[in-house]
Nanobody
Framework: QVQLVESGGDLVQTGDSLRLSCAASGDAFSSYTVGWFRQAPGKEREFVASISRKGGFQAYADSVKGRFAISRDNAKDTAYLRMNMLKPEDTATYYC????????????????????WGQGTQVTVSS
């Protein structure tokens, strides 16, 4: 199994950028697909982005497409979420998750497809 720790959340203003990190330990990180999800108060957890094991395939929620970019560095056992042009509606706790049941090219987009989760990092975007 793998342990995940997110970092990089902050209080920023509309239009600012942030980069979140997801550091993994334990099992071989390169054998896991990684996803980012977010959850705002009173709302369901929603998919943000995912990246395949070697990084060749990515998927994004429509709400972040063109503004967010997911990447990974398997040599550092770390995944990233670069967030540009942040909006107040991006305010949420952001979680990274991992799984290795899917095919190498797959990009799971639902929370129930992921087995391991970090504790989350808070992103707040002020207007």
């Amino acid at each position: 199994q793998v342990q995940l720790v997110e970092s990089g959340g902050d209080l920023v203003q509309t239009g600012d950028s942030l980069r979140l990190s997801c550091a993994a330990s334990g099992d071989a990180f390169s054998s896991y697909t990684v996803g980012w999800f977010r959850q705002a108060p009173g709302k369901e957890r929603e998919f943000v982005a995912s990246i395949s094991r070697k990084g060749g395939f990515q998927a994004y929620a429509d709400s972040v497409k063109g503004r967010f970019a997911i990447s990974r560095d398997n040599a550092k056992d770390t995944a990233y979420l670069r967030m540009n042009m942040l909006k107040p509606e991006d305010t949420a706790t952001y979680y990274c998750a991992s799984e290795r049941k899917s095919a190498f090219y797959a990009n799971p987009t639902t929370a129930d497809q992921y087995d391991y989760w970090g504790q989350g990092t808070q992103v707040t975007v002020s207007s």
